[in-house]
């Protein structure tokens, strides 16, 4: 049985004083609210609407309230779409990125400690093992004329900006852009997804075809970004015990390169771990040192690496040992998604 406008409006009030006060709403209270409409006919309708399943009188002189069908209309039909505001949706996305902000925290620790058990200087870094793709879009409209898109990537990290858009856009035409993102620009890489963009412009309109653009030119610098393997440092100081880097020169050296250029720090290819001594490194600022590296597991299609750089009679077998320890250790804890208890960073 299809409801009239008045029996929808009278399901409206009942819901959303329910939900506001928690008590049975009764006639003359909707009667306040509606106003030209008599309590005798308000009763009349909430018998109906209680009849056909959307309403329950839990007394028989009590008032009204919602029943699972009602809640069901009202959400379908009935409510209003509320707009977060730009605090808010911060707000979410910075519990969405939470994540992401424990494995850097974690990561970075690991170097700390790796650093601190062999007096030499550590690097750390996590790194997609394939490349990054979108999983899915969404946007929220803040004002006519700027929204907030949100994109979940492949490896569950969560990306949001707040985009300004020069003409007004029609925000009811939204869903269907979200869907046109969702079906067209994921799964496939940025440059994919910059040559998709021409072959989509007839779907939408051309205020629509502007706010697409720049989501795309949004997702597709994120996604460049995440595909970049960024590289911790720690304890750089540890240089200055060691008597191979007494020389002031030979120790600025070394550690502007680990400042500057830690980048370019050796990664193992295939295997677990890789181990350079000396000339064998391809950067002319470590010749005179050796690097061991080992990589971990931390899922999602991602890897991590841990690795110290210090003098070439460094202890190989212990070294080794150790990070080996080290990078078993991460894969595990990534693997059961245990992370440490959050503290504050310390240097």
Do not use: W
Not at 6 to 17: A, F, G, M, P, Y
Not at 23 to 38: C, H, L, Q, R, W
Not at 146 to 163: A, P
């Amino acid at each position: 049985m299809e409801l009239t406008d008045r029996k929808k409006q009278i399901l409206k009030v009942v819901v959303e004083d329910y939900v506001r006060t928690a008590e049975p709403v009764g006639s003359k209270a909707i009667a306040a609210e509606m106003g030209g409409v008599s309590s005798a006919t308000i009763r009349n309708e909430l018998s109906d609407l209680t009849e056909l399943g959307y309403l329950e009188q839990p007394h028989t002189s009590a008032g009204r309230v919602p029943s699972p069908k009602g809640y069901r209309l009202y959400v379908n039909e009935l409510m209003e779409r509320q707009r977060l505001s730009i605090a808010e949706t911060e707000r979410i996305n910075q519990s969405l990125q939470m994540r992401m902000e424990e494995l850097d925290r974690v990561i970075s620790q690991a170097g700390r400690a790796v650093s601190s058990l062999m007096n030499y200087p550590a690097y750390v870094a996590a790194t997609g093992k394939k490349q990054m793709t979108a999983r899915r879009f969404e946007l929220l409209p803040v004002d006519e004329h700027s929204c907030i898109v949100v994109m979940m990537m492949g490896d569950n990290r969560v990306k949001s900006q707040l985009l300004r858009m020069q003409l007004k856009v029609d925000t009811e035409q939204m869903p269907t852009l979200v869907n046109l993102l969702n079906s067209n620009f994921t799964g496939i890489s940025a440059d994919e997804m910059n040559r998709r963009l021409m072959d989509v412009s007839e779907q939408v309109t051309p205020q629509m075809f502007l706010l697409l653009s720049q989501t795309i030119a949004y997702a597709a610098d994120v996604l460049q970004e995440a595909g970049q393997k960024e590289v911790f440092t720690v304890g750089t100081s540890q240089l200055l015990k060691l008597p191979e880097f007494r020389d002031a020169d030979k120790a600025h050296q070394l550690m502007s390169f680990l400042s500057d250029s830690k980048e370019n720090l050796p990664v193992p290819d295939e295997g677990p771990m890789k181990i350079l001594i000396g000339p064998e490194n391809v950067s002319e600022a470590l010749q005179d040192t050796s690097v061991v590296v080992a990589s971990y597991d931390i899922g999602n299609d991602m890897r991590g690496l841990i690795g110290v750089v210090g003098p070439t009679r460094m202890d190989y077998g212990t070294v080794a040992a150790r990070l080996s320890g080290f990078a078993e250790g991460l894969t595990r804890l990534f693997g059961k998604q245990e992370l440490p208890p959050k503290e504050d960073a310390k240097e």
